[in-house]
């Protein structure tokens, strides 16, 4: 077993130190939302709650803010609200991870805290090698990697990754995304009865686009494979993004068929969720608020020494044949003072940053203009919402169609975010916006009651 080289560690550390206040001080950067402390941040991994306190790990270079050999950042909450700091979890210093410690998941057994990841080795050739590798620890905060689990099995390239581990029917069960031979993208299946010794069983979905990325499985009242496509095109209204998130509502037994896929999030940014289960029952689901290939390197926040932020948590549930996402109740806690409360109708004013926004009793279209920047219109049972294209090329959009007629809009802005929860989280749209830093004023047109609480504003995990 391998302890995590202390040499790259407080080489990452070095950096938090040098240029975390740089970070901290740009106006971009989320009062409340999960951010690096410096460089680059992607999907999360391992979320869990494990003796009582919420581990949320995610993919992080801590060097610059582009892309590379990727950590393990690691982080521990017991309220889902506030949220600590601990030491990377895993840095690749290993033959079998030593270009990137990719993503994976976690879970509890025999008193330990398990981690399970892919390997990603890559030749300056581009030459890629995969391997499925397993970390545990006592602690919950101290990790020691024990090494590969899966090696590559024949039929698919080296796009094999994300390993997501559940216990069901007293076994255990792993999803890997996975890109066959033939360049189409699929979901693999593998079942252990010990967390050691694994058996392939195949192929558990497939049939759209060449890569299936961050595959998760979980029930509801049905179940559901919740997974990222990549290479889906552009229809109407749907798939307007480089690449999607979203799921299949199936049967684990009987399969998940493909023309069943629905996106999960309709916004700008949105990419490669990860869910776990609470101790009260709750499926609790946490996204990386950013999204490959979709501009990212036009980000203004770049030359303050970060990019990228999660999510807030939310909780899932099934409605019919729908995933609808709830922001999660302890986000409440959030509030400090309430800034509007508005029952006339329309509403003209400046906002600060860090505010929830509810609208309801919604009567008619409404057009809603954030900062000069962000747009939202609703037309008919059509939302859709509007801002400056990230390479300055003119305006990009998105939208989706309500299922009922609009009752209820709840936002969340957090400095250079906006998520939108319509209709109790029947659709969610999670974006970045980077307004002028000097512009505040907000304009609602169309009748509805609206509230706005300011949050608080506090800058970084502990």
């Known amino acids: 077993m391998q302890m995590i080289d202390v040499n790259l560690r407080n080489k990452a550390m070095e950096m938090v130190e040098e240029y975390?206040?740089?970070?901290?001080?740009?106006?971009?950067?989320?009062?409340?939302?999960?951010?690096p402390p410096?460089?680059?941040?992607?999907?999360?991994?391992?979320?869990?709650?494990?003796?009582?306190?919420?581990?949320?790990?995610?993919?992080w270079m801590p060097f610059h803010t582009g892309h590379g050999a990727k950590f393990w950042a690691h982080l521990t909450s017991r309220d889902l609200v506030d949220w600590a700091w601990q030491e990377p979890a895993l840095a690749p210093d290993e033959w079998y991870d030593r270009t990137g410690c990719y993503s994976g998941s976690a879970v509890e057994k025999d008193d330990e805290l398990l981690l399970f990841y892919t390997g990603n080795v890559k030749d300056d050739d581009g030459n890629r090698e995969t391997y499925q590798c397993k970390a545990r620890s006592e602690d919950g905060v101290s990790f020691e990697k024990v090494g590969v689990q899966i090696e590559?099995?024949?039929?698919?390239?080296?796009?094999?990754?994300?390993?997501?581990?559940?216990?069901?029917?007293?076994?255990?069960?792993m999803v890997i995304g996975a890109q066959t031979e033939e360049k189409e993208g699929c979901i693999v299946l593998y079942r252990s009865e010990d967390l050691d010794s694994w058996t392939y069983e195949g192929i558990l979905a497939s049939g759209m686009g060449y890569m299936w990325e961050?595959?998760?499985?979980?029930?509801?009242?049905?179940?559901?494979?919740?997974?990222?496509?990549?290479?889906?095109?552009?229809?109407?209204?749907?798939y307007r993004n480089m690449y999607q998130s979203g799921y299949i509502i199936g049967d684990f037994d009987k399969g998940f068929p493909e023309e069943k896929f629905r996106e999960l999030d309709h916004g700008f940014e949105f990419y490669a969720p990860q869910t776990t289960e609470d101790d009260q029952g709750r499926r609790l689901l946490v996204?990386?608020?950013?999204?490959?290939?979709?501009?990212?390197e036009y980000f203004p926040t770049h030359d303050n020494h970060w990019i990228h932020q999660m999510t807030l948590p939310r909780e899932l549930l099934q409605q019919g044949d729908r995933v609808i996402q709830k922001p999660v109740e302890e986000l409440e806690k959030l509030r400090t003072d309430k800034l509007v409360e508005e029952n006339s109708g329309s509403f003209a004013g400046n906002l600060p940053r860090n505010i929830e926004l509810i609208m309801r009793e919604i009567e008619e279209d409404i057009y809603i203009d954030l900062y000069d920047y962000f747009s939202i219109r609703l037309e008919g049972r059509r939302i859709t919402?509007?801002?400056?294209?990230?390479?300055?090329?003119?305006?990009?959009?998105?939208?989706?169609?309500?299922?009922?007629?609009?009752?209820?809009?709840?936002?969340?802005?957090?400095?250079?975010s906006l998520e939108i929860f319509v209709n109790d989280g029947e659709i969610v749209f999670s974006s970045r916006m980077f307004p002028d830093v000097d512009t505040h004023e907000c304009r609602v047109k169309g009748r509805s009651s609206i509230t706005a609480w300011?949050?608080?504003?506090?800058?970084?995990?502990?």
């Open 454 to 462: 300011n949050l608080r504003a506090e800058k970084g995990a502990e």
């Open 152 to 173: 590559l099995p024949d039929g698919f390239t080296p796009h094999f990754r994300d390993p997501k581990v559940w216990k069901m029917r007293n076994e255990w069960y």
């Open 20 to 35: 975390s206040g740089i970070a901290l001080s740009d106006p971009y950067y989320p009062s409340y939302h999960i951010a």
């Open 287 to 296: 996204g990386w608020m950013g999204m490959p290939d979709g501009g990212e």
């Open 214 to 238: 961050c595959p998760d499985f979980f029930r509801l009242k049905d179940d559901v494979l919740l997974f990222s496509p990549q290479g889906l095109e552009e229809k109407g209204i749907d």
């Open 38 to 59: 410096v460089g680059l941040l992607n999907d999360p991994n391992g979320f869990i709650q494990w003796k009582g306190t919420y581990h949320l790990f995610y993919q």
């Open 385 to 416: 919402i509007e801002r400056p294209a990230m390479d300055g090329s003119g305006k990009e959009w998105r939208a989706a169609d309500l299922v009922s007629p609009l009752t209820e809009m709840r936002m969340f802005i957090d400095q250079s």
